[in-house]
């Protein structure tokens, strides 16, 4: 139904005073696909998000749309819509009002506003609430009415900025899901920012993680998963251990990496022979006996905490503390019980930086 | 989309034009005259309607204080918006005429006025002209004077004596013609140095010298002050008024102001305001004054006198030299020497 | 901005084909009824025919600029030439016509060197009328759309409509009136340009003098003005802080909150003099307290109320309410949860206040104090009424012009202390609660807190301030309507209705014959106050959304100008519009417009304030919404923040409305016969004495205003604020999350 367009930054930077939001970012995200901004508060995605929309221009570089410069074209020439964290939906309309705003403004005859506007509200399963004021919706509610007034100008480009924080946990999970079958159901492009990396993980044809500024790493979820860049990466999506280790090159990508008693072929990412550091995701070990001979690692139980499916453990091994989790189906150890620890080979990685 | 641009521009210049049309000035009717009135208000208000009714032409009057009007000719002297400039004390009148932003204009009613009056447009190159005079003297409040046992002031001598003592107002000479009057008179009736020496005395019996020139006979009439020093016909219109007011004039003679008329220069209806000067020299005219209750002594010879207006014949005037102590220069050293010497001294 | 362009063009063209260009003497509703072929007339034609016609060439470019406007708004061209298209034309355009406009005036070439270049100018020109205006407007309208077309102000065309007409307003209407005044400080008596003139003056010994305590009789009036506007500013401080907290946390019951704010009101809609005639009814030498102490006692109270004392009784009267109002809004926005938390910290009733709220406070009360400070140094009326021979700055600048001895330099010279009092005062009230945030704390998280009751101790000393003094304001009034009503106001109590109907009789021969004295100033004052008012409000919530939502180089600069006619004392305004309005082009002085005008410029700040406050609670992002949902600037302002701010707009058409019926300095000048006003008819009858009429005009006045005020209350009441408090209206920084 509509004309996907791809968003390209090219050097974009971004100063409020002395304060720098977004230093020096280029990225490319392809038409029809779901790419989220991840990061912590401060990070500069919001800031990319509102470049994109034009509600910010860019201090240095370009901002291209379907190919179009667009870096200082005002909202209204561009051709997105975006959904609020706050909604922001006009609490002196209707929810029909609300919805057929932006083609009131651009001029479409009421008639055709209201019916498309009504179309809009029925493909987020809101039909029949046309009279009611924003105020006498249920925050799910709301989100939808947010989301069917940014869609109902079948825009190219569709933005989400925090959208499911003001939401609690269950509807949360349905309304991102929601998101995600809409999307893909219409093949637009859409940017979502969050700070929340399972809502990224499980929306996203591809994530880019901001850290102070910058961009920290872009890819898909499961390679950010399995392969961090840096310490930062790993510890904002998921969790990871971070080991010492020894690498020595071996060839143009992989290299011999030892870990306690084990030897791993892993992709070097550019670091050269020496002490190097490597993350480790909590479920990408097996627990053993302290004898057995794949244990990479040895170490004693310090906590141990049940939480139904799974355990949580952390051990003191001789790498330092390492927190692990098992299922709970494969038998509980007690504090102090002394353990091996070897590697499933895969959830690990070197870190380049 | 065209469609839309369009439509919006049309939208915006319709509300523009909408808005802006809001702001349209009052209409007015053709040959109209622009009338700068210092005289009472009922005064001033009786006579514009009076003027029209009998010529036809639109007056707009605007009720203001001498001083008032001199300081808004003087700002719209470039592009004068008054057309002529009625009542009021003559001092503002002279000044005027002597900065040039009065015009001249001899009117063939001049013969039938008093010698008074005719001396002040001679005096100005018949730039103004005498319309009424009023006497200075005292006002007092009989209820007040008679609860504290103080006989009434009859001479400005009277006036230093202990029981005096802060009951009397005059007002500031630095903002108002009544009080310049007062000090000119003074120093015509005993010589400058007498003069400032007697002010300086009555300085110690002074309680206030307001800014306006009418205020000291309102404070006597409300019995806020015992003793005003004031033109006697205001004082006539107080005790009209109902307040226990009554005057005197000074036994050593007195000065007096001559209310006065001028056109202004440059006005753009220059026809009509010759057409009301002239009008309002006649005796018909005159009288509006009296039956506002305003009791100046018109300057037609041949205008009947009310009962209760002070009676000129009777009143021992000096011989006000209007065109000395008119003039600028003598009235700023006047009014300096005065702020300097007696205004700064305690009391 | 296309239709932005092209809607300025056309206005522009369509005033110079078919509006009389200059400005027609007695209106120009008159000049077209009366006059048969008006366009033909050299007074009354478009500018067209005034420039193919009447031989005035220099007026050409009032038609071909809106004409290339309009060609480059529909030939089809890219955005940016386009733009530029309009930028040229319009920019041009209006400064071809500025330089003609101050290049020929009333009597001819406006400067001799002109005469020399281009031979004897046989012809000259009044100050334009609608089509000059007209003309004007529209190619700013064009030029400011070319600006945003060209990038500047966001790209938006109504933003730069906005910022251009405010832009142009407040350089016209506030900075060159006040530049021309303060320029005669500068000059000697003569005309002649001497900056010496200026330090002369200023070293004068009445300004600066301290004689008074040396024993002496006076002290520079500079001192007095200074000591009364710091005694006001803390007396309205401290009355204000009793009322505000009595209201809010007296446990009075309603029976007694309302009237009190009810009372507060009062003052407010009171034209000016009628306090202060009131308080010489009680407490002058024959008023009612004079008269009391003397009969039972045998005290001679005297003349005490004139000078310091009746100024500063009057000022406390009538700014105690500008104080509560502020103080109010502080006391009601301090978040209880601190005074409880302090409370749950073991501290006392008494304690606490003094350690938490009392402190919180602070901004609040400096931001009182200092708004008393500026009242009371503008303040005219009351001065002049109750002064006797103390003088401030406001009544020396006023006889300055008007008394014996009229002296512009001297004037503008005591103008410009004035000024410079006021905008210290100002940058300090600016600092105070402009940068950093005041510590008020209203909860958007709904607090759940109740507002502790006031400790015992301090809850009796503001009953005993307050009480006592609104028992004063009632007497006051009653005092003073009473005098509408009896015969002679103080004497003879005869009650009688015979002032009303000398200011109001009517009677019924052919139709309607409005005979009263006052029928034409109340008349001209409401007409005038309904003209200004919407276009009063309608401004300051541009420039309040401008302000805060808009981004634009300057920004800062145009609000701090904006605000600051605010400290200007309206004798100074008055005074500077007289001498800047008298001469063409722009020729305004003795219309009704420069008293609109004045009355615009000089409530814009207030509006603004207000405007801004409000702006602040609505959440940033619905503009945005509205923008990424395509609409523009004016989508945004009218369609999302216009309804939602409808309270604001009211209480600020309210506002703008009473000031405009109830302002006397600023306009004292201004009016004329046509366009008298009937503050200005009261202030001549008190002159006059005849205070019978005076407050007969005066309390219909004050009936017609609180019946206004009434119904803005009804209006603002019956709006559904409920369904707007349940949105959560988070506030987000927005700039870098």
């Not at chain 2, 005197?248 to 220059?270: D, F, K, Q, W």
Request: with cysteine.
């Amino acid at each position: 139904m509509t004309r996907a367009a791809d968003i390209r930054f090219e050097h974009v930077v971004k100063r409020f005073g002395a304060a720098t939001a977004v230093r020096d970012v280029s990225f490319h995200i392809p038409a029809g696909e779901l790419c989220t901004l991840l990061g912590p508060s401060g990070c500069g995605k919001t800031t990319i998000l509102r470049m994109v929309a034009g509600l910010e221009y860019p201090t240095e570089g370009r901002v291209l749309i379907g190919g179009r410069d667009v870096s200082t074209l005002p909202p209204a020439e561009r051709d997105v819509s975006m959904v609020f964290q706050s909604y922001a939906l006009f609490p002196h309309m209707t929810v029909l009002e609300n919805v057929s705003y932006g083609l009131a403004v651009s001029g479409k005859p009421k008639r055709a506003a209201a019916e498309a506007a009504r179309a809009a509200l029925a493909s987020v399963g809101l039909a029949g609430f046309d009279a009611r004021l924003p105020s006498e919706l249920s925050g799910g509610q709301q989100q939808r009415v947010a989301v069917a007034r940014a869609l109902v100008l079948e825009p190219s480009v569709l933005l989400f900025d925090e959208p499911l924080s003001n939401l609690d946990a269950r509807l949360r999970r349905h309304m991102r899901e929601e998101i995600r079958e809409l999307q893909q159901r219409l093949g637009v492009t859409a940017l979502y920012v969050t700070h929340d990396q399972s809502e990224a993980l499980a929306i996203s044809d591809r994530i880019i993680v901001m850290n102070n500024a910058v961009i920290a790493q872009e890819g898909t979820p499961s390679s950010l998963y399995q392969a961090p860049r840096s310490a930062f990466v790993a510890g904002f999506i998921g969790d990871a251990n971070r080991l010492p280790a020894r690498l020595r090159r071996i060839d143009a990508d992989q290299a011999e990496v030892t870990l306690g008693r084990a030897v791993l072929r892993l992709p070097h990412y550019g670091r050269a022979d020496g002490d190097v550091e490597l993350a480790l995701r909590p479920e990408a070990v097996r627990l053993t006996t302290e004898d057995d001979p794949e244990a990479a690692l040895t170490g004693s139980v310090a906590k141990a905490a049940y939480l139904g499916g799974t355990m949580e453990y952390t051990l003191a091994t001789e790498a330092g503390e390492i927190f692990v989790t098992a299922p709970s189906a494969a038998g509980q150890h007690a504090p102090g019980q002394r353990l091996g620890i070897a590697l499933a080979g895969h959830g690990i990685a070197v870190l380049a930086e | 989309m065209r469609i839309t641009t369009f439509r919006r521009a049309l939208g915006a210049t319709v509300f523009a034009m909408l808005g802006l049309g809001a702001l349209a000035a009052p209409a007015a009717a053709q040959g109209s005259l622009n009338l700068y009135c210092s005289a009472q208000v009922e005064w001033c208000q009786a006579a514009a309607n009076a003027f029209a009714k009998e010529t036809g032409i639109r007056v707009s009057m605007s009720q203001k204080g001498s001083g008032e009007v001199l300081a808004q000719i003087r700002a719209e002297a470039q592009n004068p918006r008054g057309d002529i400039w009625y009542g009021g004390t003559g001092d503002p009148h002279l000044q005027a005429a002597e900065d040039n932003l009065t015009a001249e204009y001899r009117s063939p009613m001049l013969d039938q006025l008093y010698d008074w009056a005719q001396k002040q447009a001679r005096d100005s190159q018949y730039r103004t002209v005498g319309i009424y005079a009023g006497a200075l003297g005292f006002g007092f409040n009989t209820e007040l004077l008679a609860r504290r046992n103080i006989t009434p002031p009859a001479c400005w001598r009277d006036l230093l004596t202990p029981p005096f003592r802060n009951e009397i107002q005059m007002a500031n000479p630095q903002s108002s013609g009544t009080a310049y009057v007062m000090i000119a008179t003074m120093v015509q009736v005993m010589g400058e140095e007498a003069a400032f020496d007697y002010l300086k005395q009555l300085h110690r019996n002074i309680n206030a010298y307001p800014r306006s020139g009418t205020a000291p006979v309102k404070a006597v009439a409300r019995g806020e002050t015992g003793v005003s020093i004031s033109f006697v016909h205001d004082v006539v219109t107080e005790r009209l008024g109902g307040f226990p007011a009554q005057f005197a004039l000074p036994c050593e003679g007195t000065g007096y102001e001559i209310g006065s008329m001028s056109i202004i220069r440059g006005s753009r209806n220059e026809r009509n305001a010759r057409r009301f000067y002239d009008w309002a020299l006649t005796p018909a005219a005159q009288q509006i004054g009296a039956e506002a209750k305003s009791f100046q002594t018109p300057s037609n010879r041949s205008t009947p006198v009310p009962a209760e207006a002070p009676q000129m014949s009777q009143i021992r005037l000096i011989d006000y030299d209007f065109a000395k102590y008119g003039t600028s220069a003598e009235r700023r050293r006047l009014i300096e020497r005065w702020d300097r010497e007696v205004n700064s001294l305690p009391r | 901005m296309r239709a932005a362009g092209i809607a300025g063009a056309a206005v522009a063209l369509i005033a110079a084909l078919f509006f009389p260009w200059y400005l027609a003497q007695d209106g120009v509703l008159t000049a077209l009824r009366e006059i048969p072929g008006w366009w033909r007339e050299a007074d009354f034609a478009p500018a067209v025919l005034q420039a193919s016609s009447q031989g005035r060439w220099w007026l050409w470019p009032a038609v071909l600029a809106p004409l290339a406007a309009l060609i480059a708004g529909v030939a089809p061209l890219p955005r940016r030439a386009r733009a530029t298209g309009f930028l040229v034309a319009g920019g041009a355009g209006l400064a071809l016509l500025v330089v003609q406009g101050l290049a020929i005036g009333v009597q001819g070439w406006a400067w001799p060197g002109l005469e020399s270049v281009f031979g004897v100018l046989d012809d000259r020109q009044y100050g334009i009328g609608w089509g000059g205006s007209l003309v004007a407007m529209g190619l700013a309208l064009t030029a400011s759309a070319g600006l945003a077309g060209r990038g500047a102000f966001r790209g938006d065309a109504f933003t730069a409509g906005c910022a251009t007409a405010i832009g142009i307003g407040v350089l016209l209407f506030t900075f060159l009136p006040l530049a021309a005044l303060l320029g005669d400080a500068f000059r000697d008596a003569g005309g002649a340009l001497s900056p010496l003139a200026a330090v002369t003056r200023l070293a004068d010994d009445r300004l600066w003098g301290l004689g008074c305590l040396a024993g002496g009789p006076r002290c520079g009036v500079v001192w007095n003005t200074l000591l009364v506007a710091t005694l006001v500013g803390f007396g309205t401080t401290v009355l204000g802080l009793a009322f505000a907290l009595l209201v809010t946390r007296g446990r009075l019951g309603v029976a007694l909150a309302k009237p009190l704010r009810w009372l507060t009101v009062l003052p407010i809609v009171t034209p000016p003099f009628i306090l202060g005639l009131g308080l010489i009814l009680i407490f002058g030498r024959s008023g009612v307290v004079s008269q009391l102490a003397a009969d039972w006692f045998g005290l001679e109270l005297g003349r005490w109320i004139y000078g310091l004392p009746g100024i500063l009784l009057a000022q406390l009267f009538a700014f105690t309410p500008i104080a509560f109002l502020v103080l109010i809004g502080v006391v009601e926005g301090l978040s209880p949860t601190l005074e409880e938390a302090a409370s749950m910290l073991r501290a006392s009733p008494e304690k606490i206040f003094r350690t938490v709220t009392l402190p919180l406070l602070m901004p609040g009360l400096a931001n009182a104090f200092l708004l008393g400070f500026i009242e009371s140094i503008a303040d005219f009326g009351n001065a002049v009424v109750l002064g006797g021979s103390f003088n401030v700055l406001a009544t020396e600048i006023f006889f300055a012009v008007v008394g014996a001895q009229a002296d512009p330099g001297r004037a503008a010279t005591l103008s410009l202390v004035l000024l410079l009092i006021a905008c210290l005062v100002f940058v300090i009230q600016q600092r105070l609660t402009g940068g950093r945030k005041s510590f008020v704390s209203i909860g958007g998280k709904g607090d759940g807190g109740l507002p502790p009751a006031l400790p015992p101790r301090l809850r009796r000393l503001c009953l005993g301030l307050a009480l006592p003094w609104a028992g004063l304001t009632i007497g006051l009034y009653v005092l003073a309507v009473s005098g509408a009503f009896v015969e002679i106001w103080g004497r003879d109590n005869t009650p009688t209705l015979r002032h009303l109907a000398k200011a109001f009789d009517f009677e019924w021969t052919q139709g309607l014959q409005l005979t009263g004295l006052a029928w034409n100033s109340v008349l001209t004052t409401l007409e005038l106050a309904a003209i200004a008012a919407p276009i009063t409000a309608g401004f300051g919530i541009l420039a309040a959304w401008l302000f805060s939502r808009a981004k634009f180089a300057g920004r800062g600069l145009l609000e701090f100008a904006t605000l600051l006619s605010f400290a200007v004392p309206g004798t100074v305004i008055g005074v500077a519009y007289l001498r800047a309005f008298n001469l063409p082009p722009l020729e305004l002085a003795g219309t009704g417009a420069i008293i609109v005008v004045c009355f615009i410029f000089r409530n814009l700040p207030v509006g603004l304030r207000s405007g801004m406050a409000a702006m602040a609670q609505i959440d940033r992002s619905l503009d945005e919404a509205s923008s990424t949902l395509g609409g523009n600037g004016l989508d945004a302002f009218r369609r999302v923040l216009m309804p939602l701010l409808r309270p604001a707009i009211i209480a600020g058409l309210t506002y703008a409305f009473v000031r405009a019926m109830t302002t006397i300095s600023a306009v004292i000048f201004l009016v004329t016969a046509e366009t008298e006003l009937a503050t200005v008819f009261i202030v001549n009858r008190v002159i006059n004495g005849d205070y019978g009429l005076a407050i007969a005009v005066a309390v219909v006045l004050i009936v017609l205003m609180l019946a206004v005020l009434g119904l803005a209350q009804l209006a603002v009441g019956r709006r559904r604020i409920g369904r707007r408090a349940a949105i959560p209206l988070s506030t987000e920084p927005g700039a870098a999350a």
